[in-house]
């Protein structure tokens, strides 16, 4: 039996996985139904050691430390929530709160993103999160490319200020022109230009693997380039949105590639499932297995 094969064995009994993998509730509603806590105990007895919870912040207080405790008491990571979100506005871009109207604000947005990020830091505290997600907003197709650009740096950077004193991390994620047409923020080369003007540890870039197959494709060699900006990776298969095997991308290859450069962040399993039932959410489990089967 090849060396492979011996650690794909080893790793089908349940042990953990080369990769931080983090699933998110809806992977495992089959088996444990809506409760979060019982999702988590799941997660690990499977062999995961992060979750993702993008609505963390509209969850109630108690659910926050309760699922913070868990966490803790697993030894598991908790991965991204959304800290600040815009798919309708040129905000960061433009400063303006409404597409429709021409009036710019900045001191109204700078006081929006400032209670924004003052909520981020204190759910980021009750569940011992590191990283948030943030979207810019639209473009401004009223403001030239330059100026735009401009904005969402200064608004990222007054941002950043605050987190920086606690640690957190703002991940800045491109989202392909498919699925989110019109938005600022399209590529991992756009959001490194971004993160070096802006210049702080805690604006950093997430890189989902399934926009940038869609919208730049070529994932290793871009991986390679936008690295000192890279804090974060989000998984997906094209097309469809599913578990790694269902789609185009060699994730077995990638994966290896990140974990060889060093790589020992969280792996956030952003997508859907092929197959429905409980037997679905095994079977993606068993894809995981497969495409981690790498010698390390």
């Known amino acids: 039996m090849t060396a492979n094969a011996d650690a ?5 009994k349940g042990d953990t996985f080369n990769h931080l993998y983090a699933p998110n509730y809806r ?27 993008n609505g963390m912040m509209g969850r109630e207080v108690d659910l926050q430390k309760r699922i913070g405790k868990k966490l803790e008491d ?10 600040y979100k815009d798919f309708r506005h040129p905000t960061l871009s433009g400063n303006r709160l409404d597409r429709d109207k021409r009036d ?20 980021a505290k009750r569940v ?37 004193p606690h640690g957190i991390v703002m991940v800045l994620e491109p989202l392909n022109h498919m699925n989110h047409p019109g938005l600022f923020l399209k590529r991992i080369p756009q959001a490194y230009a971004v993160c070096k003007a802006v210049g702080s540890p805690s604006c950093k870039i997430l890189n989902d693997l399934y926009h940038q197959q869609i919208t730049e ?22 097309p469809g949105r599913r578990e790694p095997t269902t789609g185009e991308i ?26 429905p039932g409980k037997a679905g959410e095994m079977r993606l489990i068993e894809a995981y297995r497969e495409v981690d089967a790498f010698e390390v």
């Open 8 to 12: 794909h064995k080893k790793k089908a």
């Open 27 to 53: 992977h495992f509603r089959q088996h444990v139904g809506e409760d979060q806590l019982d999702a988590i105990q799941f997660m690990y007895d499977h062999g995961f050691r992060g979750i993702e919870d």
């Open 74 to 83: 697993l030894g598991m990571t908790m991965g991204v929530f959304v800290a």
């Open 104 to 123: 710019r604000d900045p001191k109204a947005l700078r006081e929006i993103l400032k209670a924004e990020m003052e909520k981020t830091i204190e759910c």
């Open 128 to 164: 011992n999160a590191k990283w948030v997600t943030v979207v810019p907003g639209c473009e401004d197709p009223s403001l030239e490319p330059e100026y735009q650009f401009q904005n969402v740096v200064d608004n990222l950077k007054y941002m950043a200020e605050m987190l920086e």
């Open 217 to 238: 494709g070529n994932l290793i060699n871009n991986i390679d380039r936008a690295w000192d900006e890279t804090v974060y990776f989000q998984i997906g298969d094209v």
């Open 250 to 275: 060699n994730y077995k290859n990638v994966f290896k590639h990140i974990y060889d450069k060093g790589y020992r962040g969280i792996m956030g399993m952003e997508h859907g499932i092929s197959q």
